[in-house]
């Protein structure tokens, strides 16, 4: 069970380009999603915190305009990394908490690998 | 302010050792929780073993066990019996308390590459 799915898996696209990455819980409610971002051999980096009904909240640094965050239900949360630039490829990966037990750990996606030309 | 340290970015070990994989963090809450993952070469995030702030016990899953020592605010992972297809990247984590403007995300650590060798 708890089984998060991301997709796709795997972007390249050119300069300028709008991307849209999914991140579904499968097997379980989610009201709240977060999405990482990770830099090759570094550590993940939590960008936002997606909340289904509201606005997500965005960590200190991160362009709210630039990604975009929309969580319709209690399944899905889309970010959007609107015109992208070479600077924004990275590996955008997402995690999803079954219930509001604060023990449950975060399941993650697969990741999403974005390459801008 | 909350933070994760770990301070061995690589390790070697025999297979069917053992390994300690060392995890470090600060808090001034009193309640919290420590993950560690491992992260293959292909990405995705395999949750390992989970530590409450609260927790007598040390906890244990299969070949997993964490070394909690509340005092020195240490969370050090051992596996044992190391295989080949433990070789990844290790991160430990810490869960931001679930109140006070916060969502309860996790705080990661940098990681520890863990090659095991036949």
């Known amino acids: 069970g708890a089984v998060v799915s991301q997709h796709p898996s795997w972007v390249i696209c050119k300069s300028g380009t709008s991307v849209k990455i999914e991140c579904r819980s499968l097997d379980f409610q989610a009201t709240t999603m977060f999405w990482y971002r990770q830099f090759p051999k570094q550590s993940l980096m939590l960008m936002a915190t997606s909340n289904e009904g509201s606005k997500a909240t965005y960590e200190q640094g991160v362009e709210k305009d630039k990604f975009l965050i929309n969580h319709a239900s209690l399944t899905l949360s889309t970010l959007t990394v609107t015109s992208a630039h070479p600077e924004d490829s990275s590996f955008y990966i997402c995690s999803a908490r079954p219930g509001l037990s604060s023990n449950q750990p975060q399941h993650f996606g697969d990741g999403t690998r974005l390459s801008i030309l | 302010a909350q933070k994760i340290t770990q301070t061995q970015p690589g390790m070697f070990v025999q297979e069917k050792e053992a390994v300690t994989l060392d995890c470090t963090y600060d808090?001034?809450?009193?309640?919290?929780?420590l993950f560690w993952y491992k992260q293959p070469s292909s990405g995705e995030m395999i949750f390992l073993i989970y530590q409450g702030s609260y927790d007598q016990q040390n906890a244990t899953e299969g070949r997993y066990s964490l070394n909690f020592q509340k005092a020195r605010k240490s969370a050090n992972l051992v596996i044992s019996a190391s295989q080949l297809g433990d070789s990844a990247m290790y991160f430990c984590a810490m869960r931001v308390p679930n109140y006070g403007g916060s969502q309860g995300n996790l705080i990661f650590g940098k990681g520890t590459k863990l090659s095991v060798k036949p």
């Open positions: 808090t001034s809450d009193p309640s919290y929780g």
